[in-house]
């Protein structure tokens, strides 16, 4: 804690110096209208598109890197696990725990998440990425627990024009981004944005293809603003399974295979929505936006015993409002409602026989494992309102009550027979299906929050704040063995934070001290039921940095520090590991960029990518050492509408794992991470 303060008193003692502001940063997540970065009592951090373009990722974990406290673990092809303010989320109740958004709009329905969501935003082509760090549901709700991500696409430009690129890297790989924009004629233009990719993949058998199209409509309806907007996603892949074996990452020939040849995950998203601008209504701003989404999920659980095929998909239709006004100079009011309906659907089916001994063959069938259906029902008024006490003091509070329903129709028989209604051996099969029943979730989840201006350039902030997450369907309704129902409840977060940010002409910097106490945490005990009531802590220090050393050169850092401890008395293999490190989460990451500029049409980054070393197991007996990674990019304007970028990634050809993990059964096993990699684009405007 003296650290902390140390450290703090320090920046103010730079903000205080630095009176000099850049000009104001506008984000729109920390309240869903365009408000100053400075307004905000809370940890917001933005990635603009000179940023996205200069990072050019073939993955969207590169990019989130730079961010504070996010530490996402790559997967294969588009696949990942997040982290922010957290551990690596696996296992039940990993999904969900961070809402993923493109432009304002939740990528999935509330019960329905899929952990690798962000494949389905147009992440390539973003205007800007906008990630809220630390819970945020007394404006967002369910899932906004450890934090949101929000994908902001482009709008329709003041004149007509467009773009095209093409890449290659290595392993076949093949990129292009093409945009098209109509401009505005009057009040009314179009734009187009379409990616086209195609992947070999490091390892065997890993490669993806995926196809990425979103359209803008901006027109005008007499004094209301209308943004239509149509999003449609498709992935392919080819998808590999751990490695096997300690430090098997090391072994160049081991780190290219592929034990699971036969996995593949095949993915499909739709959205389409209204964003109804209102204007001045009531002295106030109106926004109002319908939308409707779609998306339909197939792969083979690779992972698992009997290796079965899982179909999943919800369709859905939601709006989402908000109203914000002034009632006096000193006070301003916002306030909405979100309501959504959404059919979800799961089913799973094993085709062959599973492998392995007497009980696993008997246990787990061939055949049909779950199939049902799930609607789902969530109406979230909320209220958030500002008070300017003094003339350098604002104050902030909000609220948000949120009821989510759920009614769940089982479509094969129920218990743990076969679907034939023959029984298993051993006691029963795994799967246990409960019979139709209805649940229902009520939430309700404040913030408090203050920022105080120390000069036109400086502020600071604090925060206390409640996050939430209601139980997904595969956890109330995919139950296995004796486990008939899940009687469980929302997971809560609760959150304290403090910091200092501020930006001048030459230096931007933000540091922030945070800890939070999580209860009801789902997870599944030995005997594979799913329960709630675990508890964790996490404290940390989060750093950001840009300073302009020069006037061709800029030092860029993000950097974390983090405890992430069990708080409770389970017992693994007879042993507690109350106090422990939570597994996949290291106290220490972040990255740093030196970029050099010596003329407007040439730039060059460095970056420094270091991952500290985590324990892979809740009982702290196996670790990973960590890693640190190089990686140089540069992009050159060879004349006005042509432009060459080259990114060599893992410069120095570290062998690493981009995921470490223990599994009683296998021992260590890994993702291992690409070796030295060569991508070059070329690009042209006009």
Known sequence: MRLVVISLCFFCSIAIAAETPRLETLVVTA????????????????LDSQALQLVGHNHIQQSLLRIPGANFARGEGQEYLPSLRSPVLTGAGACGSLLVMENGIPLRAAGFCNVNELFESHTELAQRIEVVRGPAGSLYGSNAMHGVVNVIGAKVGTEAGGSISIEAGPN?????????????????GVRADLSLSHDGGYRADSGYAQQKLSLVHESALGAVALRNRFAVTNLNQETAGYIEGEKAYQDRQLSRTNPNPEAF???????????????????????????????????????LPGQALEENGQRGVGLRTIYQAELAPAWQISAGVDAEYARGFLRETQDAATAGS???????????????????????????????SLENLTLQAGLRYEFTGYDYDN??????????????????????????RSDEFHNLSPSFGAVFQLNPAAQLFANLAQG??????????????????????????????????????????????????????????????????????????????????AYDLRLQMSASYAEHRYR???????????????????????????????????????????????????????????????????RWQVQSDWELAVRALNLMDEAYAERADFSSFSGDRYFPGGRRSLYLAVSTVW
């Not at 696993?360 to 958030?384: K, M």
């Not at 029984?423 to 029963?428: D, K, R, S, V, Y």
């Open 31 to 46: 309240s869903r209208l365009e408000q100053p970065l400075a307004d905000h009592a809370g940890s917001l951090s933005l």
């Open 265 to 303: 995950r095949d993915a499909r998203a739709l959205r389409l929505s209204s964003e109804m601008d209102f204007g001045a209504v009531g002295g106030g701003q109106l926004l109002v936006t319908p939308y409707l989404r779609k998306t339909d999920m197939i792969f083979r659980q690779h992972y």
């Open 411 to 436: 479509r094969i028989l129920a218990g743990r027979t076969r679907a034939d209604g023959t029984a298993c051996g051993f006691g029963g099969c795994r799967f246990n299906r409960p019979a139709d």
């Open 358 to 388: 007497e009980f696993l063959q008997e246990t787990i069938p061939v055949g049909s494992h779950y199939d049902y259906r799930v609607d789902a029902r969530l109406l979230a008024p909320f209220v958030h309102a500002s008070w300017q």
């Open 568 to 634: 409770d008395e389970r017992l693994l293999e007879g042993e507690s590991i109350e106090g422990n490190l939570i597994d996949s989460a290291p106290r220490h990451f972040g990255s740093g960029r030196l970029l050099w500029q010596p003329d407007a049409a040439l730039s060059w980054e460095l970056e420094w990518v270091h991952q500290g070393r985590y324990y892979t197991d809740p009982e702290n007996r196996h670790r990973y050492p960590g890693h640190d990674l190089l990686n140089l990019r540069a």
């Open 172 to 188: 076949q790989y093949a990129r292009s981004n093409i945009s098209v924009d109509t401009g505005k004629h009057g009040n009314s």
């Open 468 to 549: 939430f997450r209601v139980p997904q369907a595969t956890e109330l309704y995919r139950l296995q063995r004796e486990q008939t129902v899940a009687d469980l409840e929302s997971e809560e977060l609760r959150s304290l934070e403090l910091g200092v940010r501020g930006e001048s002409d030459r230096l931007g910097y933000e540091l922030v001290a945070y800890a939070m106490d999580k209860e009801n945490v789902i997870f599944r005990d030995a005997d594979y039921f799913n329960q709630s009531g675990a508890e964790t802590t996490h404290k940390g220090l989060e750093f950001a940095l840009d300073y302009e050393l």
